[in-house]
């Protein structure tokens, strides 16, 4: 019976209650003129996009005078779930050739291995959708991107997150928390998850030993290594082999890359998972969109193919000077703490010499109101509920229980180098005068 508006009642799913929204998507609804919160592209080849874009309507206005009708409505249409082929295509021989990734040396039978997705941030929603129920158990570097935090709790993992240094995860703790999650919980760890080319958040790389030990360990144990290489094209120096390159006969590394940060926010996401997962990854991707948007796919075609080693180089070289410049004047003006020293991505890490010092109270009470914004530290641990650490001294796991407060990650992404040293000057000055 229709009640009227005032008494409908929307009972929320179990983890739409328990989850609050995330801390990012939070902040960005601030607008402030020094943002150094999300990590937001702010170098993009936008002549280049504007002469693709064009490119791409003369080709279609061609194909339309020449009466080839369905080639131009199959690039405004629904696409096969795993992607434009001419763009698995493209994209296939290019983590083939430039990153060692084991694909077939033939193109054709190379494509069928790469999924186009909505973002690769679809990807971890995917696998997680595929392999998590509540309880499983996922292993995270301690702090870990929020976004593959977000939807491992949406699935009820329990996150046990394993201590980090300024090289990243250290994959000897990785072994010994399998270990003991298989004593604690009866359970082998589903994903192991790792951004080994400049973390999200610390902005640290993964030395060549590590990640040889990580894959070795993803094998030994038959554990899935999800190898989050979202700032792969934004690598400062030539970067190191990814972990997806020792896996030959590709079982345990799940490859995710992304366009979104060199090329443009277009979602459009790829990714070389084991063949073992890729039916049901597909299956799950099928009911999140049925398809990833056709026409985003034929321009980044055009980019991948044509244009992109022309124009990357230089957007590289952009970001690491803002990094030179943030960093220089973090060490210039901020007070004493420690930081990361990125080699590539967006982020920097800061961590207060003052345990005390609580970084999500100062950006709402202090940042936020002075025009400054970053992300809180805090916002890179799992909620309690879902959280465990690995601890070292122990050598237990045991309850997340205090996430440490006193850090932050600062993005350089998204500003010009006067913008970031104007804000990085200003929030040094604010520092300082809140932890004299
Ligand atoms: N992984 C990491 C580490 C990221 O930083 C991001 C973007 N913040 C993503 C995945 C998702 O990127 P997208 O969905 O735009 O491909």
Not at 201 to 210: A, D, E, I, V, Y
Request: glycine share 6%; with cysteine.
């Amino acid at each position: 019976m229709y009640m009227g508006l005032k008494d409908v009642r929307y009972t929320l799913s179990a983890w739409t209650e328990l989850i609050p929204e995330s801390e990012i998507r939070r902040l960005l609804k601030f607008t402030v003129k020094y943002y150094f919160a999300g990590g937001k592209p702010g170098i993009l080849p936008l002549e280049t996009f504007a002469k693709i874009l064009e490119e791409v309507s003369q080709e279609q206005l061609k194909l339309l005078q020449e009466k080839k009708y369905f080639e131009v409505i199959n690039q405004y249409n629904y696409e096969k779930t795993a992607g434009y082929d001419p763009l698995r295509k493209v994209v296939a021989k290019r983590l083939r050739e430039r990153d060692n990734i084991p694909l077939p040396s033939d193109d054709e039978e190379a494509k069928n291995k790469v999924i186009i997705t909505t973002g690769s941030q679809q990807s971890l929603f995917i696998l997680g959708d595929i392999l998590i129920d509540p309880g499983d158990v996922v292993i995270t570097p301690a702090p870990a991107y929020l976004g593959f935090l977000g939807p491992m709790m949406r699935f009820g993992a329990r996150i046990v997150t394993v201590p980090s240094d300024d090289k990243g995860i250290i994959p000897e703790y990785v072994e010994e928390a399998i270990k003991k999650s298989i004593e604690t919980f009866k359970r082998v760890p589903d994903i192991v998850y790792v951004i080994p080319d400049s973390d999200n958040p610390k902005g640290t790389t993964l030395p060549m030993n590590r990640r040889k030990r990580l894959y070795e360990i993803a094998e030994e144990n038959k554990i899935l290594l999800v190898e989050d290489a979202a700032y792969r094209d934004i690598q400062f120096q030539k970067p190191l082999p990814p972990i997806k390159s020792f896996d030959k006969e590709n079982r345990w590394v799940a490859y995710l890359r992304t366009t979104s940060k060199e090329a443009a926010v277009f979602r459009i996401g790829y990714c070389v998972i084991p063949d073992e997962l890729i039916d049901n990854f597909l299956k799950s991707k099928g009911y999140i969109d049925l398809t990833s948007p056709t026409i985003n796919q034929v321009i980044l075609k055009v980019y991948y193919e044509k244009y992109i080693d022309k124009v990357l180089p230089e957007t590289i070289r952009g970001y690491e000077r803002r990094c030179k410049v943030m960093t220089k004047t973090m060490d210039e003006h901020f007070p004493e703490g420690f930081r990361t020293d990125p080699t590539g991505g967006f982020f920097v890490w800061w961590e207060s010499a003052n345990k005390t010092f609580n970084a999500s109270v100062f950006l709402e009470k202090v940042a936020i109101p002075n025009d400054v914004s970053y992300v809180p530290g805090a916002a890179f641990y799992p909620l309690p509920q879902f959280g465990y650490m690995y601890d070292p001294d122990k050598r237990e796991i045991v309850p997340l229980k205090e996430i440490p407060e006193n850090a932050m990650r600062l993005s350089y992404s998204y500003l010009p180098e006067n913008l970031i040293e104007e804000g990085i000057i200003k929030l040094g000055k604010l520092l300082s005068e809140h932890l004299r």
